[in-house]
């Protein structure tokens, strides 16, 4: 495996294998960058198709890691890290555990908390042999908790801010919400737009989560082919990434990308396509803030709930800013946003 020749290594700053034959523990840690604190980022559980597919996962998000941190202005560098669910994986206790204390072994350098696949409970498995994890439940007056509500709330701060910009409206009332992956962020998205007004078509491969999204918010099913296509106001990708790509661009009947799914875009150019499409695109990693605010403010203890709403509100505005720039610069907005971040990471975090 050519960890250094792939396209997503990004001068990483470390990258570890961890691997116990007794727990059948597969994982990797991907530390991008500590240069503004310790890399903060989820761990994804995940059947991947290879295990080099899984090295350019973890890759590719932890380098989106430290551009997130970096825009949601946080004392954290960018990490992340992939648990491959291989056929017999039976996530037991102990196998966390295991895990737990690889990420032990790093002194703080990393710290998890949850992402696809992780749940609350598995990270107070974790906290049993680590003290660099967060999401654990809440203590009273302080953040904590399951984190992806706090995503879908920002996500939906980010779809308002984009719907004021591109569509000259002040609320989502009425409009058609697409949404692609109804798991938790998704789920959590729909109640927030439901509670607006919005329309909400949803599709996901579990049916289960498709037939909650119907019964409890209303919403429309279509097939998980068909969603990306489907005519909407907004389309918000919250499943995984690269669902927007060369081939789905000119068949999307939208004029705004907004949602919480890590690394939407397949390649960067296609930030460039959306673009010459007339389409707004709310970087993924501005949009998706909200979790990794709540966080920040849980393992730094520098913050109760209402702060943090506070917080992660302020995704709308950030998003405005970087909509004007592109207008302004001509540039496409995940340019805007790279270029961004990359300067509050050369900065030390000053700018
Ligand atoms: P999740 O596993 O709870 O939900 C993902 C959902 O997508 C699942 O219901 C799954 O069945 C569905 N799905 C997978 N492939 C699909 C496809 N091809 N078409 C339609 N549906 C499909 O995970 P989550 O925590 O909700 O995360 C969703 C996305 O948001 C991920 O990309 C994650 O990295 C990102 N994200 C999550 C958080 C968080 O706080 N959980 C924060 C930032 C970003």
Request: with cysteine; aromatic share 6%; charged share 20%.
């Amino acid at each position: 495996m050519a960890v250094f020749e792939d396209s997503a290594f990004a001068d990483h700053e470390r990258v570890i294998f961890c691997r116990d034959a007794q727990t059948g523990l597969k994982a990797i840690i991907a530390i991008h960058s500590t240069a503004l604190g310790p890399a903060a980022g989820g761990t994804r559980l995940w059947a991947y198709e290879s295990d080099d597919a899984a090295l350019h996962d973890v890759l590719r998000l932890s380098h989106a890691m430290s551009y997130k941190n970096a825009m949601a202005g946080l004392k954290f560098g960018g990490g992340k890290a992939v648990i491959i669910k291989t056929p017999d994986f039976d996530g037991t206790d102990a196998l966390y555990e295991k895990y737990a204390g690889f990420i032990d072994q790093l002194n703080g350098a990393y710290v998890t908390a949850e992402d696809v696949g992780m749940s609350v409970e598995i990270m107070q498995t974790i906290a049993r042999k680590t003290k660099y994890v967060s999401g654990l439940p809440a203590k009273a007056g302080h953040a904590g908790g399951d984190p992806s509500p706090k995503t879908s709330y920002g996500i939906f701060r980010g779809i308002e801010a984009a719907v004021a910009f591109q569509l000259g409206r002040d609320s989502v009332d009425g409009l058609t919400i697409a949404i692609q992956g109804v798991g938790n962020v998704g789920y959590h998205l729909c109640r927030f737009l439901a509670e607006a007004g919005a329309k909400l078509v949803v599709a996901d491969i579990d049916e289960a989560r498709v037939k909650r999204a119907c019964d409890e918010f209303g919403a429309t099913a279509v097939a998980v082919d068909e969603i990306v296509m489907q005519k909407a106001d907004v389309l918000a990708p919250c499943a995984l990434g690269a669902t927007i790509n060369a081939q789905s661009i000119p068949a999307l009947q939208t004029t705004i990308v907004a949602g919480g799914a890590n690394n939407q875009l397949e390649t960067p150019e296609d930030g460039q396509r959306l673009s010459a499409a007339g389409i707004l695109y709310a970087p993924d990693y501005v949009i998706n803030g909200g979790g990794i605010i709540n966080v920040a403010s849980e393992f730094y203890g520098d913050a109760d709930d209402d702060e943090v709403m506070r917080r992660i509100a302020e995704i709308g505005p950030r998003l405005t800013g970087i909509f004007e720039t592109a207008r302004q610069s001509g540039k496409p907005t995940n340019v805007v946003a790279d270029e961004m971040a990359r300067k509050i990471i050369e900065s030390g975090g000053q700018n």
